[in-house]
């Protein structure tokens, strides 16, 4: 039951160059949608996030891009760094429970390598 | 900056012992999540907690697992007897209100 899916497992980009990341989805209830970024030996770290009102929301280096009607969003990086180097988890959320339930639903992850 | 910490980071047990996971969640918040990812899979929502009580838990969250705040910081997972399927990394993750969580950095549980 893959309800969000990152079928890119790795992807390496060069130094100064865009990263682009994809995540799809298929459940439509989804309404929240977050990028994690997780190193080895440590837990995913926040990185950004846009609500499903949104298709665009920005934050330094790190774009993340909404398409509703494909049930895609995709996570932009430029310039990319060697600091960047992680996995990219794509997560959402269904918050139509409501009060108290947020969990999050993950993708597999896809590995970024950022080559000096 | 106020982060969710994990106690141990490694736990090695025999198949059919219980452990407890510990987890200090950061202190004003109130919602409380296990996660856990074995080894080369998505990470998977275990159960969320809220005012003391359960608010959702998945198919995995059997009766082997529970989930207690034995007091105003921890947050505990308890196994009861495990298994060799429960070999995985387990996060906790905590958040005040919405939809970002924050997470800890894990405990690596080894059944053998």
């Known amino acids: 039951d893959q309800q969000v899916k990152q079928n890119s497992p790795s992807l390496s980009v060069q130094e100064g160059r865009i990263s682009i990341l994809n995540c799809d989805y298929t459940n439509s209830m989804f309404d929240y949608f977050l990028w994690y970024k997780k190193y080895p030996a440590e837990g995913p770290t926040f990185l950004i996030s846009i609500s499903s009102i949104k298709d665009k929301n920005e934050d330094g280096r790190f774009t993340v891009f909404l398409n509703k009607s494909a049930k895609h969003l995709s996570l932009h990086i430029v310039p990319s760094q060697p600091g960047d180097s992680a996995v990219y988890f794509c997560a959402a959320s269904d918050g139509s429970s409501g009060g108290s339930n947020y969990k999050l639903t993950f993708g597999k992850g896809t590995l970024l390598t950022v080559n000096p | 900056e106020p982060e969710v910490t994990q106690t141990p980071s490694h736990q090695v047990t025999q198949m059919g012992q219980e452990v407890i996971l510990r987890c200090v969640p950061i202190?004003?918040?109130?919602?409380f999540y296990w996660y856990r990812q074995i080894l080369g899979q998505k990470v998977e929502f275990l159960v969320s907690f809220y005012n003391n009580e359960i608010s959702e838990k998945s198919e995995i969250f059997d009766d082997q697992f529970s989930v207690e705040r034995p007091d105003g910081s921890n947050f505990t997972l308890k196994i009861r007897s495990t298994k060799l399927e429960d070999s995985a990394m387990y996060f906790c993750a905590s958040n005040r209100l919405g939809y970002e969580q924050f997470f800890g950095p894990g405990t690596r549980l080894t059944v053998l």
């Open positions: 202190s004003n918040h109130l919602y």
